[in-house]
């Protein structure tokens, strides 16, 4: 299962990502990063080709059973 990951110590906050974000699985905390909500997040890559500072990555991440 692909999800988005937020290098945070990265991220401008700008918002762009919450923007595209289909699902509404980003929320910027405290005007300082991005986070992504795993549970939310379907790993479509919209965040990643948006964000303007290359800090969101999608990676393979395991299935919780």
Known sequence: MKKAMVNQ???VACGVCKKV??????????????EVN?????GCRKCEKACPASVIQVVQKEVKV
């Open 21 to 34: 974000c289909p699902r509404q699985a980003i929320t910027i905390f405290h005007g300082i990063y991005a």
């Open 38 to 42: 795993e549970d939310l997040c379907v």
């Open 9 to 11: 110590t990265e991220c």
